[in-house]
Every structure is written in C-alpha cells, then in structure tokens.
C-alpha cells in the first residue's frame, strides 16, 4: 500500500517538475532552477519522517529503504547495501558531460531529544551494549531530504542534463560502532568510485551556528583530521609510603601530559596550521597508598595539515616514551587514525562559488572560520576535487552563536533551509558541466 502510494505520488512530481522545468533548461547558468511548493512540502515531509525514525550508525536500514525506494521510483540505477546500509543512485543526463557526485550522510546520535517539536524523536537504540535515545542531533535528516529532493527535481529534467549524478547516500558518518567499518572509507574501499568515477564531489552540513540559508564556505582546509591515541605508562607497583622501592608512573603520566603542551606550542610550524593534542582520559589507582603498576591516558588530536599531522603523531610517541625513560618507566603509544583533513578544492570553491552566491543570495555567503571537528567527507575529497559548505538552520530571529549546536539535544533546525540546501545541490549539477 504505501509503496503504490510513494510510486504514484513519485510519478505525478517528476511529471509536473519535468513541464515546470521545460523554459529555464536552456540557460541554467543565468537563472535559478527553483523546486515547486509541493516538492519543498515533500523534503519537509521526508525529513520529519526521517526525524522521527532516527537510526543509529551502520543501522540506517529504514532510512536506506526509504532512500532507496524513492532513488528507483525515479528510474535511477540504485545500487544499496555498500558500507552496511549505503545506498547509491546514478542519473545519466540526457546530454553528454562529466560524472559529479552529490553526498548525504544518514546516521542519528545517541542523544535524548529535548526540543518541543511536533514530530520529536522518541526512538531508541543500541549503543555500546546499552539502549539508548536515539536522536538526529546533527541534521543528517536534512541531508538525506535535501539530496532525495534534489534527486527528484533533476529526475524530472534529465533530459536535458548534460552528464551524469551521482547521489551518494552515506551511512555512519559519525563513526561505525567499536568492531565495525564504515562510513565514507568503508564506501570507498567497498567500490564506490567503481560505480562511477566522478569529477567532483559536493557535500552539505547543516549547522546551528549559522542563520538560516547561510552558506560558510572556505577553499584549502575547512574541518580538522580527528585521531584518537592511547598511552599506557608501564611503572613498577610499589607501597605509597616508600616510592624507591618501585617506579611511580602518576608521575610519569603527569610529566607526559605536560611535556606534550610543547608539541603544538613549540614544535609544529603553526604559521601554517593550528593544531590541538587534548587529553580526556587519565586513569590509574585503586588506594591513596598504593602506587600502581600502570596508568592509561587517552586523548585526541586535531589538525588541518596533513604533514603536520604525522609530525605530531611523531613527537607524541618520542615526547612519550622519552619522558617515560627518564624515570625509567615505559609508554606504549598507540594512535588510531580517525578522520582526514577535509580540504576543499580551491579550483572547484571558486568555480562553484557564482552558482551558489546565485542561488542563495551574495550577501548570505561568507567565508567560514576553521571548524575543529572532523568529517569523514574528507575521504571522498582525498580522491577526487571535493567542496563542503555549511548550512545555516538557525531562524533569523535567534543568535546563531548562541543556538544549541549540533550534537545537543535542543539541536533545531528551521526548515527553511530544507528549500535552500535543495537548490543548492541541483543548481549545482545543471550549472557544473558548463564551469569547465
Ligand atoms: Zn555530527
Ligand atoms: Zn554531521
């Protein structure tokens, strides 16, 4: 039932949008490719949907059913279940071109949703052996209804579309569970670029700290490398009372925390780029007058310069393990390479910038700060020219600077970005052929 339901609802849109399109297909690059009332009503509806079934990382089934669903109702060639719960759609155009690649992400958070809103999430989850809230607390929702929105407007005008899209449907942005692959990497090393090479690859992320239909955009590096390391500092357990008799690693651990300061502060070329090396976890000891065996740190690392990047990872092992022998102690440091360094293309940024400036209004585009979280977007743009813009979500009549972030639980979105953000992404794919 809802399947024939979705199909003739599908078939009436792309019918509609294709005569709506028929005058404006002959010189995308002056004019904006407007959606309907009725589409914009539609990724409304979506998202709320989408909303109110969050689903965790690597368990976007519904959400990858829905997508994919909607992708073959528009007679794309779907390819699904890539990286767990991926999905894939290609669109040929109707006129030769290159291969562009659009991206959404799907995954919610483990976040108890705390906004009044109508269609607020009560979904649980399993995290970590527990269950959880689940919650979109980031906007994946937004993306995967912008992108199936943008996908429907250029279903209707394939014809006259010169190259191809590709629509990439991404699971598990925010990290796969522990044991678990995923995300872009995992798309990448699965085969995604096998599908179809494309030119270039476009992604949106919508955020709180900026006004609604707002685009933050900067070429060269926009978002940190994330990596996650580990230290354990191996002493010799020793009564509290008598020290001599054993090596303390407390101290060696505190001496370590310190020593790393002079990493970022007097060590790495930060005329370059900034850089953070943060500790969230010391551990060690059971009893005021034991000293133990072994104290375990964990931190995290974030940067925007691949080279400097494996300088860190260098000087945190050496500053470790020195320190760590001085006092005849040892350190093990692991690190876990996490995200890249999501780099936009500067070549791509400014040939995409007039669309978008058009599309949006100039006065509604600014150069964003570097942001010090991380994107796994970043593997995508390592293989090909990538762009990654912000979307601004929070209404004009609230302080962005001061609105819950994404990854609260009073995380809110204004839908009128939902409008903005689709038509970014199909002007984006009329007006890229011809910026060659
Ligand atoms: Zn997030
Ligand atoms: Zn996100």
């Given at each position: 039932?809802?399947?024939t339901?979705?199909?003739?609802?599908?078939?009436?849109?792309?019918?509609?949008?294709?005569i709506?399109?028929?005058?404006?297909a002959?010189d995308?690059?002056?004019?904006?490719?407007?959606i309907?009332?009725?589409?914009?009503?539609?990724?409304?509806?979506?998202?709320?949907?989408?909303?109110?079934?969050?689903e965790l990382?690597?368990?976007?089934?519904?959400?990858?059913?829905?997508?994919?669903?909607?992708?073959?109702?528009?007679?794309?060639e779907?390819?699904?279940?890539?990286a767990?719960?991926?999905?894939?759609?290609?669109?040929?155009?109707?006129?030769p071109?290159?291969?562009?690649?659009?991206?959404?992400?799907?995954?919610?958070l483990?976040?108890?949703?705390?906004t009044?809103?109508?269609?607020?999430s009560?979904a649980?989850g399993?995290?970590?052996?527990?269950?959880v809230p689940?919650?979109h607390?980031?906007?994946?929702?937004?993306?995967?209804?912008m992108?199936m929105?943008?996908?429907?407007y250029?279903a209707?005008?394939?014809?006259?579309?010169?190259?191809?899209v590709m629509?990439?449907?991404?699971?598990?942005?925010e990290?796969?569970?522990?044991?678990?692959?995923?995300?872009?990497e995992?798309?990448?090393k699965?085969?995604?670029?096998?599908?179809?090479?494309?030119?270039?690859?476009?992604?949106?992320?919508?955020?709180s700290?900026?006004?609604?239909?707002?685009?933050?955009?900067?070429?060269?590096?926009?978002?940190?490398?994330?990596?996650?390391?580990?230290?354990?500092?191996?002493?010799?357990?020793?009564?509290?009372?008598r020290?001599?008799?054993g090596?303390?690693?407390?101290?060696?651990?505190?001496?370590?925390?310190?020593?790393?300061?002079t990493?970022?502060?007097?060590?790495?070329?930060?005329?370059k780029?900034?850089?953070v090396?943060?500790?969230?976890i010391?551990?060690?000891?059971v009893?005021?007058?034991i000293i133990?065996?072994?104290?375990?740190?964990?931190?995290?690392?974030?940067?925007?310069?691949?080279?400097?990047?494996?300088?860190?990872?260098?000087?945190?092992?050496?500053?470790?393990?020195?320190?760590?022998?001085?006092?005849?102690?040892?350190?093990?440091?692991?690190i876990?390479?996490?995200?890249?360094?999501?780099?936009?293309?500067?070549?791509?940024?400014?040939?995409?910038?007039?669309?978008?400036?058009?599309?949006?209004?100039?006065?509604?585009?600014?150069?964003?700060?570097?942001?010090?979280?991380?994107?796994?977007f970043?593997?995508?743009?390592?293989?090909?020219?990538g762009?990654f813009v912000?979307l601004?979500?929070?209404?004009?009549?609230?302080?962005?600077?001061?609105?819950?972030?994404?990854?609260?639980?009073?995380?809110y979105?204004?839908?009128a970005?939902?409008?903005?953000?689709?038509?970014l992404?199909?002007?984006w794919?009329l007006?890229?052929p011809?910026t060659?």
């Open positions: 039932m809802k399947l339901m979705i199909g003739l609802i599908a078939l009436a849109t792309h019918l509609f949008v294709g709506s399109y028929a005058q404006p002959a995308v690059s002056s004019s904006n490719a407007t309907s009332n009725e589409l914009e009503q539609r990724v409304i509806e979506w998202r709320r949907d989408i909303h109110q079934h969050p990382s690597n368990r976007e089934f519904r959400t990858a059913g829905v997508v994919a669903e909607h992708l073959r109702a528009l007679g794309l779907v390819t699904t279940e890539i767990h719960t991926g999905v894939v759609g290609i669109l040929r155009g109707g006129r071109g290159p291969t562009i690649a659009l991206r959404a992400d799907m995954d919610a483990p976040v108890q949703e705390m009044d809103v109508p269609f607020a009560t649980t399993e995290y970590r052996g527990r269950e689940v919650m607390a980031c906007g994946h929702d937004l993306h995967v209804a992108l929105g943008a996908a429907e250029l209707g005008v394939q014809e006259q579309l010169a190259g191809n629509f990439i449907f991404q699971p598990a942005e990290g796969a569970p522990e044991g678990e692959e995923g995300g872009a995992l798309m990448l699965e085969g995604l670029f096998d599908i179809a090479k494309p030119e270039a690859v476009l992604g949106i992320h919508v955020w700290a900026g006004t609604t239909g707002h685009i933050g955009y900067r070429k060269g590096p926009l978002m940190a490398s994330s990596d996650r390391f580990e230290i354990r500092v191996r002493g010799e357990q020793t009564h509290g009372s020290p001599w008799g090596v303390d690693p407390i101290v060696v651990a505190s001496q370590i925390i310190n020593n790393v300061q990493i970022v502060s007097r060590q790495v070329d930060i005329t780029a900034p850089a090396v943060s500790f969230g010391v551990e060690g000891g009893r005021n007058n133990p065996d072994e104290v375990y740190l964990e931190g995290t690392i974030r940067n925007f310069d691949m080279g400097i990047r494996s300088q860190i990872f260098e000087k945190l092992t050496t500053t470790a393990e020195m320190t760590a022998a001085a006092s005849g102690a040892k350190a093990e440091v692991t876990h390479e996490g995200y890249p360094v999501t780099v936009n293309d500067p070549e791509l940024v400014a040939r995409m910038m007039p669309t978008t400036e058009r599309v949006i209004g100039r006065d509604k585009v600014y150069e964003a700060d570097l942001v010090t979280g991380a994107e796994d970043s593997f995508y743009a390592m293989e090909v020219p762009m912000f601004g979500i929070t209404p004009p009549n609230q302080e962005p600077s001061t609105a819950p972030s994404n990854h609260s639980p009073y995380f979105a204004d839908e970005a939902l409008r903005v953000g689709t038509e992404f199909i002007n794919a007006d890229y011809a060659h």
